[in-house]
């Protein structure tokens, strides 16, 4: 078992990655002083495997369900009001906690719940994905969508506690596990020189999902988002990082011509694309987007998928939290060596996704 410290200004909090630790969950938190009722939120599936072993482990407190739809239909408005509503006719009071027991998407809701019931009550988290653990639990982002766009809507609202049990990944199926080797490849190839080595070097490990593996990497990723968050808490300057391949991706999520693609497929396509822009523009030496497909591909990730029109890329750029008059873009001058570009031109974004539509490579793609 690790212990990470989340050092954010006036309120530092834990994450503590093992295996088995859901029966251990009350133990692992601080204290909860006035609290009796811990209201989970979770979906159907993530409920039959893990309520019960949550709910011993959070003895004393009582233990509520409160019914989540899986993926990124939990995260509107709609859910968020009738969560709310239940807390409210249950009369839950501002020492209660509520629980995040699921993905990141459940992670975002139960956050944004918690942050806005009663002007904020107490959220623990408990991710029990990949993606979860390694990045969307820690950091207190929490947020829902609107039809326009994602996570246009939430707050920042830190929990009290990141339970990261590996045990639960042993469930998940390969393919969102995989998506959650998207978001482990963006620290490595950004911020971790010595777990890219490790990734490129012998990945079967971590594909194999053995549970030493797995503490190892979620330990590292979540170190590294702690030192993040600690240093730039509200995301104004170095947490920007953080987003490497995400504009792109969240782009792609957008829209309807990329449905069915997971987050990880989206941002395994952004760092491809963040990789080859950051070539174009003489930023990175050439090999950099080449050495991001071989990593991706041996991680199980597509890097070559159609996307969309490019006109509606650039609209869905648009509507991104951090458009300022132009896109911004994290870009890597060499892996392990991330800068914020503020402004690129519409004109250099529209060449590079059409070379990628149509398939060109670039020197450094061979």
């Known amino acids: 078992m690790e212990r990470v410290s989340v050092e954010v200004p006036g309120r530092a909090y834990e994450v503590v ?13 601080p204290l909860l002083p006035g609290a009796e009722r ?8 993530v409920a039959e495997r893990y309520l019960a072993p949550l709910a011993e482990g959070l003895a004393p407190l009582r233990v509520v369900h409160l019914h989540a739809p899986e993926g990124e239909e939990a995260k509107s408005l709609s859910v968020m009001t009738a969560l709310q509503r239940q807390l409210a006719t249950q009369e839950a009071h501002r020492d209660d906690v509520v629980v995040a027991l699921g993905g990141g998407a459940v ?5 944004f719940v918690a942050a806005t019931y009663m002007r904020g009550v107490r959220v623990v988290q408990v991710p029990t994905t990949l993606t979860a653990q390694v990045d969307a639990a820690i950091g207190g982002k929490t947020a829902v969508n609107l039809p326009e766009g994602k996570n246009l809507v939430g707050a920042f609202h830190q929990p009290v506690g990141v339970i990261a049990d590996v045990v639960t990944l042993a ?10 080797l998207a978001e482990v490849a963006k620290y490595a190839l950004s911020l971790d020189l010595e777990l890219l080595e490790l990734l490129e070097s012998d990945p079967a490990p971590v594909i194999e999902r053995e ?13 590294i988002k702690a030192g993040i968050v600690g240093a730039d808490e509200r995301d104004d300057g170095r947490r920007l990082v953080l987003n490497y391949g995400h504009t792109l991706g969240h782009a792609l999520e957008r829209l309807e011509a990329f449905a069915g693609h997971s987050h990880g497929e989206a941002v395994a396509v952004g760092m491809v694309f963040a990789a080859r822009l950051a070539e174009m523009l003489g930023r990175a030496p050439s090999g ?11 991680l199980g990730l597509e890097t070559e998928a159609a996307l969309p029109d490019t006109d509606e890329i650039l609209a869905a750029f648009r509507l991104d939290k951090k458009y300022r008059g132009s896109v911004r873009f994290v870009l890597l001058e060499d892996v ?3 800068r914020v570009e503020d402004r690129i031109e519409e004109a250099v974004l529209r060449a590079c996704l059409e070379r990628m539509q149509s398939g060109v490579r670039t020197a450094g793609d061979r």
């Open 336 to 338: 392990g060596r991330p």
């Open 171 to 180: 469930t998940l199926p390969d393919r969102e596990f995989r998506s959650g």
């Open 211 to 223: 549970g030493a593996a797995l503490e190892s990497v979620v330990a590292r990723c979540a170190r």
């Open 17 to 29: 990655i093992g295996s088995g630790l859901l029966g251990r969950a009350h133990e692992l938190l």
């Open 288 to 298: 950099l987007s080449a050495r991001h497909v071989r990593l991706l591909a041996s």
């Open 107 to 111: 992670g975002d809701l139960a956050g």
């Open 38 to 45: 811990a209201f989970a939120v979770a979906d159907a599936t």
